[in-house]
């Protein structure tokens, strides 16, 4: 008995002073403390623009929210991924989307997505970003990069059913995927994968209620793009960009990137399984390793 307690007191004490020689030696632990998020509004004349920010002295990743989401959908994923890898982290709410708000009767939105994002980032001191965008995100990053490409030190482009104006391949393949009827289907229908919606119900409550949280009423029109987008103009911006698609997204497929990204040698393509138009919210950790593998290319 007392043979026994001396060989546990023993193992206490080896394991005590292995810890302090690792405190001492400055290891940095493997598990991620979460960032502190400042929540803040910037007044755009008469729309108050929710957004969220880590802070902090690194390159800043600016995540571009889909139309089934607002900003703090990232929190549960890409947030704190994204700031441990020495990122400033910022997001915000577009107009009709989560916490920002604005009288669509009294105060109609004026000019495009990429006005109130360019206004948006200049107040809070942004000088050159990566855009990370999902979905309509990743269409307003395209938008911006074509009328400010200096200003964007990549583009990440998940999920994103972009009209592009001067490939008529690429045209008649973004008809494809989605049948009659396909918007009739129930929303987690349209943009999970069975894969998803199979094996993780838990995954598809919360991202229900993401989208439920997103939705904003009285909903006003949205605001159009400031360009026409084509694969001429995008690969003349010589930005670098990663397309990500979902294996299983009825929006934008693997085929529908890869026809862009022959176009555009400025730009590759990333495949991600058993996920469709969430990639972020299904496969978080191969999206992230993506993102962030890119960009650490990109600095």
Do not use: C
């Not at 001396?6 to 991620?32: E, G, Y």
């Not at 910037?42 to 002295?57: A, F, K, N, Q, V």
């Not at 920002?100 to 206004?119: F, M």
Request: glycine share 8%; proline share 7%.
């Amino acid at each position: 008995m007392y043979r026994l307690l001396w060989r546990i007191m023993k193992m206490a004490l080896a394991v005590t002073v292995v810890n302090a020689a690792l405190a001492a030696l400055s290891i940095p632990s493997t598990a991620q403390t979460a960032p502190v998020v400042k929540e803040g509004t910037i007044e755009l004349g008469p729309i108050s623009i929710y957004y969220l920010d880590t802070g902090g002295d690194g390159e800043t990743i600016l995540l571009m929210h889909p139309a089934s989401a607002g900003s703090d959908a990232y929190r549960k994923h890409q947030i704190a991924a994204f700031a441990a890898a020495g990122y400033r982290v910022v997001a915000y709410d577009r107009p009709n989307f989560g916490k920002t708000r604005y009288d669509p009767v009294a105060s109609p939105l004026q000019g495009t997505t990429t006005d109130d994002l360019d206004a948006l980032t200049r107040q809070l001191g942004l000088d050159r970003f990566h855009i990370v965008g999902t979905g309509a995100g990743g269409y307003i990053g395209v938008d911006f990069t074509l009328s400010f490409p200096e200003r964007v030190r990549s583009l990440v482009i998940a999920n994103a059913a972009m009209d592009i104006m001067d490939n008529d391949t690429y045209s008649a393949m973004i008809k494809r995927p989605r049948p009659e009827g396909f918007y009739n289907m129930p929303i987690e229908f349209q943009e999970l994968s069975a894969s998803f919606r199979t094996g993780n119900p838990e995954g598809v409550k919360t991202w229900l209620e993401n989208y439920t949280a997103s939705r904003v009423k009285p909903r006003g029109p949205g605001q159009p793009e400031k360009n026409v987008a084509t694969l001429k103009g995008i690969a003349d911006t010589k930005v670098p960009m990663l397309f990500i698609s979902g294996e299983a997204d009825n929006y934008a497929p693997p085929p529908l990137y890869r026809e862009a990204v022959k176009h555009l040698p400025n730009a590759e393509l990333v495949t991600i399984p058993e996920s469709a138009h969430a990639s972020y919210w299904e496969r978080p950790d191969d999206y992230n390793k993506a993102v962030l593998g890119f960009l650490a290319k990109h600095h």
